[in-house]
């Protein structure tokens, strides 16, 4: 099961990026998808998940309005579409698969190598 995020860079405060987790492996509908993010220093923290089935999605309050998690199906991705970007959502985006969503972490057993976001002027 391979995970491959692309779609960061850098971005001025107030622009938008789209993400992109491109997966192998297993279907979309099967596990959950999860997007984290990793500032410097600090620990990492969920996003936005989207759940198997119905497809159910999840985001944390600080991104709540301003991110919108989505999947395709028939391209095996799920994308992370990033609005009204400020300095604090920079960091290393990653994104997880597992069975369940989750803000945990160490629940997810399969990892993507991360893509860089950076909000700055």
């Known amino acids: 099961l391979q995970l491959v995020e692309s779609g960061g860079g850098l971005v001025q405060p107030g622009g938008s990026l789209r993400l992109s987790c491109t997966h192998s492996g297993f279907t979309l509908d099967s596990y959950a998808i999860g997007w984290f993010r990793q500032a410097p220093g600090k620990e990492r923290e969920g996003v936005s998940c989207i759940a198997t089935g119905d497809g159910t999605n999840y985001s944390v309050d600080s991104v709540k309005g301003r991110f919108t998690i989505s999947r395709d199906i028939s391209k095996n991705t799920v994308y992370l579409q990033m609005n009204s970007l400020k300095p604090e959502d920079t960091g290393i985006y990653y994104c997880?698969?597992?069975?369940?969503?989750?803000?945990?972490?160490?629940?997810?057993?399969?990892w993507g190598q991360g893509t860089q976001v950076t909000v700055s002027s």
């Open positions: 997880s698969a597992d069975s369940f969503c989750s803000w945990h972490p160490n629940e997810y057993e399969y």
